[in-house]
């Protein structure tokens, strides 16, 4: 069933829009008394589509906390074997300034100014490590 509908209003302005628009109603069940009124209640009526819409937008709204819930985990557990390998590492060159001799021992004086830092330890142990198997040469000749 198709309706033709022009409405006429008061002002000037309204009369020459509501002259120039003709409005096809497909839906019988809509009785518009003005423009307005027509305009109103089509858009008081459900769509289907915007239901589909909206159960396909909660569906992609969980699909995109699931995807974040699993990104933020893969970041967390990827922070926490950094942390403990960093760890591990700064462990490991304490242990190796624990290793390097001190005040009353031989070969003090390539260390004696030495900074209690990573590069320095670093550095310091390579050069005493090398002088002792300068060292060890020696006396296995």
Do not use: W
Not at 54 to 79: G, L, M, P, S, W
Not at 86 to 98: E, H, M, P, S, V
Not at 121 to 134: D, F, G, N, R, S
């Amino acid at each position: 069933m198709e309706n033709t509908f022009i409405e006429k209003s008061e002002p000037a302005s309204e009369d020459i829009l509501a002259e120039a628009i003709k409005v096809k109603v497909e839906n019988p069940t809509v009785s518009a008394s003005s423009l307005l009124d027509f305009f109103n209640q089509l858009q008081a009526q459900p769509s289907p589509d915007l239901c589909n819409d909206k159960i396909k937008d909660e569906e992609e709204e969980e699909e995109d906390f699931i995807t974040f819930e699993k990104d933020r985990q893969k970041k967390e557990n990827h922070n926490k074997v950094e942390r403990r390998r960093r760890y591990n590492i700064n462990d490991r060159i304490k242990d190796l300034g624990t290793l390097l001799p001190q005040q009353n021992e031989q070969f003090y004086n390539i260390i004696k100014n030495v900074r209690q830092n990573k590069g320095s330890i670093l550095k310091a142990t390579v050069e005493y490590v090398k002088i002792l198997k300068m060292e060890q040469l020696k006396k296995k000749k």
